[in-house]
Every structure is written in C-alpha cells, then in structure tokens.
C-alpha cells in the first residue's frame, strides 16, 4: 500500500473542535494559519500540545497543520493535542499502545455544568437571608 501524503483527524475538549493535518516535515506546526509560539503563548500549552509528539518520538518527521474552533485557549490546547494522537495512530498503528497508555487518545468527558433555576450558576446559589 503506498503512503499517504496526509493524515486528518478531528481532536476535541470541553467546546473546542481542532482539525488536524499531519504531513512528514521536519516538526513545524502552524495553528490557524499561525506559527505556533503566537497562537499558544504559554509554555504550558504548548508542551501540553506536543506530548503524544515526544512520546513517540516524531516530533522532528511531521509538520501539523491545525484550525481549531470553539472554546478557550486550554480547552484549545487539550484539543489539539487529542487531535494529534489520533492522526499519530492513522499513520502507524504501532504508536498506538504508547499513545493510549499515556491517555492521549481518550477525550476529555469534563465539560461545564449547565445552570440551575434558582442559583446563580451550576451550584453556587444565591445569598441566603435568615431575616
């Protein structure tokens, strides 16, 4: 079978949706048509996003392209890295032990509460009064 050029998978957490490309390059990733340090500017995010990369040792043989909608910055960033672990599989599926035990391939079910009647939020409720 010959090798694919490209290999796409959608990542997501909490309301963010990243649309992942991974093509063989040497490590570049670009988000939303941004390089990367512009679009994640916390070092954390960042290294949260290029985990499953490091596990497997691949972060020098692929460049991401990546859009991601919806969300905050973190949620964002645990998208993506969700989305960058599934497009790992498609192109080995030898990597997928190594990316599953580090829990890279689960999506993250945490997502915000809905709101109450009555309360002022999920579960803070309103100032109670005795008299």
Do not use: C, W
């Not at 490309?21 to 570049?28: C, E, F, I, V």
């Not at 070092?43 to 972060?59: A, W």
């Not at 993250?108 to 008299?131: H, I, L, V």
């Amino acid at each position: 079978m010959p090798e694919l050029l490209e290999y796409t998978a959608v990542g997501r957490r909490k309301e963010s949706v990243a649309r992942v490309r991974l093509r063989p390059g040497s490590g570049n990733v670009k988000v939303n048509k941004r390089k990367f340090d512009n679009f994640f500017t916390r070092e954390t995010h960042r290294i949260i996003v290029m985990k499953p990369m490091e596990v497997t040792g691949m972060i020098d043989k692929y460049d991401v392209i990546a859009t991601i909608d919806g969300g905050g910055i973190s949620g964002q960033a645990g998208a993506l890295r969700h989305g960058i672990a599934r497009a790992l599989v498609k192109s080995d599926d030898g990597l997928r032990l190594a990316l599953k035990k580090s829990g890279f391939l689960t999506r993250d079910p945490r997502a915000k509460e809905r709101k109450k009647y009555g309360q002022k939020r999920a579960r803070k409720n309103f100032q109670f009064s005795k008299r």
